[in-house]
């Protein structure tokens, strides 16, 4: 297993952006989908993002399309999230997942096989 560490939280105003990055380690980075998801205050985990084991193949939860865009990048062993025109609804914990399994079934499974330890973005009006 790969062991994940996300990192570019912070806060922000409403209409601002922000990257996240988690960085894995270990040696097999690439043979694992890549997700991130989200935790509101009160509210359950929901999916966010996916991105395949070769980055051709993308997912979106629809509250965030044309807003957040999932990269890769297998030499460093890092997956991105870049964030735009953020609402205080974004306001959440962001938990980065690998998993051995498709970018498709990261998009609609909650039980992953690895997961970082978050990190919070705050988005303020």
């Known amino acids: 297993q790969v062991q994940l560490v996300e990192s570019g939280g912070g806060l922000v105003q409403a209409g601002g952006s922000l990257r996240l990055s988690c960085t894995a380690s270990?040696?097999?980075?690439?043979?694992?989908?890549m997700g991130w998801f989200r935790q509101a205050p009160g509210k359950e985990r929901e999916f966010v993002a996916a991105i395949s084991r070769g980055a051709d193949n993308t997912y979106y939860a629809d509250s965030v399309k044309g807003r957040f865009t999932i990269s890769r990048d297998n030499a460093k062993m890092t997956v991105y999230l870049q964030m735009i025109s953020l609402r205080t609804e974004n306001t959440a914990v962001y938990y980065c997942a690998a998993d051995h399994r498709s970018a498709l079934i990261v998009s609609r499974a909650r039980i992953m096989d690895c997961w970082g330890k978050g990190t919070l973005v705050t988005v303020s009006s």
């Open positions: 270990g040696r097999t980075f690439s043979s694992y989908a």
